[in-house]
């Protein structure tokens, strides 16, 4: 076999995020069948380390669906969303807007509720549109990955809960990165992904289902297969998936996962997040014509924003900055595309990522920062 010319590049990146040798290696652990009682052996605790991960015990079932985070958010849309009931999203950017196509696309009664970019959720702008518009169901984005603005779940969910309706959630960008406390976060489902926080490969999309959302779902028709939440609970409770796995992964995932909780442990990788926001802060703060981009109290702990100087073009960041620290072995974050765009066409100042979040650890954070700073002051 020729040998294929791939670089090797430390992923600054929102997703998919650096992964560990250990985890590389794991890949290698033997396949298996997945109606066979190995199965079980990876699935168990692969399913009882995510519900310590997010703080559920016993109130949510994880089900993983072959996929990724969008298949869990669009099973929650095709599972939750009963004909003729409406369901409202609440966007602070890209992603919203996302979560708010499934349910468009799947022939939903939808509407979407627009914050500017790097806003958070404004709740008396919420409850405003609640009141008018009764819905049946929200779903909102807890960690907007285009903006870096982390969304207040509980008080959200608790607001929407307020005017009857049900909430869900895309947690894709924040899970395994931040303490969710699911069990008191009042959200009826909760979907993330694999190769985001969790720093594996893609390959699954996670949902964590409530009771509520399980009794509301049996009611639900017309939700496709691969959609239903119901056929995936029946399957997840014998710690099986609905279709075959990614038995590479589900190996991949029990050594991750097991690293987490028993390795690391939960609360340092929590801790290692919130230090790693702290960093990029502290060096924005040093950075003439920078600054922080989402508002305090709403920064992401796996992803920070930064403003650039007003002048930066696209094509420098794109071109310039990301290629030169290509050079040095790193793939760099210009920005979420079309947010950029839409700020180059406005006159406004353009936004590049630091994802940090997954298996980055902050003296990796330190040596890219430094490398990145010397390109940005070439600007
Ligand atoms: C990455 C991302 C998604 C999409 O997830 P996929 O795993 O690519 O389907 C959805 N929401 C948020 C917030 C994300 O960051």
Known sequence: ??????????LFITGPTYIRDEIKEAGRLPEFGHRDAENDLRFAPIRENLRKLAGCGDDYEPILCLGSGSTAMEASVRSLVAEGETILNVSVGAFGDMYYNLADHNGKKSENLKFDYGQAIDLNVLEDKLKELKPDLVSFTHNETSTGVVNDMKATCELIRAHGAMPIVDGVSIFGGADLDLS????????TATQKALALPAGFGIGFVSGEAEEKAAKVTNKGHHHDITKHLGRARKNQTLTTPNCTLANQMYVQLDHIVNVEGIENRFN???????????????????????????????????????????????????????????????????????????????????????????DMLGEYLGKLEVELKKL
């Open 1 to 10: 076999m020729s040998k294929p010319n791939f670089a090797l590049l430390k």
């Open 184 to 191: 008191n976060s009042g959200a009826a489902m909760y979907s």
């Open 272 to 362: 290692r997040h919130i230090e790693m926001r702290g960093m990029v802060e502290k060096w924005v703060a040093g950075l003439d014509g920078f600054e922080m981009f989402a508002p305090e109290g709403y920064r992401s702990p796996t992803v920070s924003t930064v403003l650039c100087p007003a002048g930066v073009t696209v094509t420098q960041l794109k071109k310039g900055v990301k290629e030169a620290l290509r050079g040095g072995g790193y793939l760099m974050d210009p920005g979420y595309g079309k947010l950029n765009a839409a700020l180059e066409e406005a006159g406004r100042r353009l936004v590049i990522r630091v994802g940090h979040m997954g298996d980055i650890m902050p």
